[in-house]
């Protein structure tokens, strides 16, 4: 039998490849693809396919973030099969819950096979909402803290230590991560929001000066006064980046520096 399939991931090259190698596996109907998550869940609740593709790592809202979304939204879920770059935390979190996964970049062969897996769960009847559910809750309670944070930047994925952070910055759900110094760079965060990725930072160094942005303090070069006595902070990336205090936490810049 054809299967329909909804293929989402943020790089163009990746959903292309997938897309070339599911033509030479036969009877796999590429019916929609999507290049983030938020897409992916509009995509998977229009076409109601029968696989989907889901990459891990994306910014914004990521694979474990969709099918959160669609339980929430108790959405019949498709078979999923994640694609992630090779992520140890992950990968075992996969194989515990005898979910399907492939690694990057892809393989021919084992594309196949998931193929031929999904087929083999569709013909037994089996549904894996129940094994999905429990993968989501498990990543969600028991991911460690970690010393580093992973950023993905040019098509390339990054563990940056926290104390090179400078600051973060959420737009359209995206959260953009600038690290300070001569060597700075700038890249994306698989966290949906930035109260999840402060949960994962040290509460020590970082401070949410204002809704969409998460400074570290190590790292304000300079407390600028503005209107009506409120503060902006420049900071020691490359750009001198300046953001704005809330007037919610101006109280709270006033106890750290003594203003």
Same mark, same amino acid.
């Given at each position: 039998?054809?299967?329909?399939?909804?293929?989402?991931?943020?790089?163009?090259?990746?959903?292309?490849?997938?897309?070339?190698?599911?033509?030479?596996?036969?009877?796999?109907?590429?019916?929609?693809?999507?290049?983030?998550?938020?897409e992916g869940v509009h995509l998977i609740r229009e076409h109601n396919p029968d696989l989907v593709f889901l990459d891990v790592q994306m910014p914004g809202l990521d694979? =474990?973030?969709?099918?959160?979304?669609?339980?929430?939204?108790?959405?019949?879920?498709?078979?999923?099969?994640?694609?992630?770059? =090779?992520?140890?935390?992950?990968?075992?979190?996969?194989?515990?819950?005898?979910?399907?996964? @492939?690694?990057?970049?892809?393989?021919?062969?084992?594309?196949?096979?998931?193929?031929?897996?999904?087929?083999?769960?569709?013909?037994?009847?089996?549904?894996?909402?129940?094994?999905?559910?429990?993968?989501?809750?498990?990543?969600?309670?028991?991911?460690?803290?970690?010393?580093?944070?992973?950023?993905?930047?040019?098509?390339?994925?990054? @563990?940056?230590?926290?104390?090179?952070?400078?600051?973060?910055?959420?737009?359209?759900?995206?959260?953009?991560?600038?690290?300070?110094?001569?060597?700075?760079?700038?890249?994306?965060?698989?966290?949906?929001?930035?109260?999840?990725?402060?949960?994962?930072?040290?509460?020590? @160094? +970082?401070?949410?000066?204002?809704?969409?942005?998460?400074?570290?303090?190590?790292?304000?070069?300079?407390?600028?006064?503005? +209107?009506?006595?409120?503060?902006?902070?420049?900071?020691?990336?490359?750009?001198?980046?300046?953001?704005?205090?809330?007037?919610?936490?101006?109280?709270?810049?006033?106890? @750290?520096?003594?203003?």
């Open positions: 039998m054809s299967l329909s399939a909804v293929i989402v991931d943020d790089e163009q090259l990746a959903r292309d490849e997938l897309a070339f190698l599911l033509k030479d596996v036969g009877d796999v109907d590429v019916v929609a693809q999507g290049k983030n998550g938020v694979g =474990f973030g969709v099918i959160k979304k669609l339980l929430d939204k108790k959405v019949v879920l498709p078979k999923i099969v994640f694609a992630t770059a =090779f992520d140890q935390y992950a990968v075992k979190a996969f194989e515990v819950n005898a979910v399907d996964y @492939l690694l990057k970049p892809f393989d021919k062969k084992r594309v196949a096979q998931s193929v031929a897996k999904v087929r083999a769960k569709l013909e037994s009847g089996g549904a894996s909402s129940d094994k999905l559910e429990t993968l989501v809750r498990m990543l969600e309670s028991q991911k460690p803290q970690a010393s580093k944070i992973l950023i993905k930047a040019g098509g390339r994925l990054f @563990l940056v230590n926290q104390k090179d952070i400078g600051f973060a910055s959420i737009e359209e759900g995206v959260i953009t991560v600038v690290t300070s110094g001569p060597n700075g760079m700038e890249g994306h965060s698989n966290c949906r929001t930035l109260e999840e990725l402060l949960d994962s930072l040290d509460p020590n @160094l +970082f401070w949410r000066a204002h809704r969409s942005y998460l400074v570290n303090i190590n790292r304000i070069k300079e407390v600028v006064p503005w +209107f009506k006595s409120s503060y902006q902070l420049r900071m020691d990336d490359k750009r001198q980046t300046e953001i704005p205090v809330s007037r919610a936490q101006t109280k709270r810049l006033r106890e @750290l520096f003594g203003l």
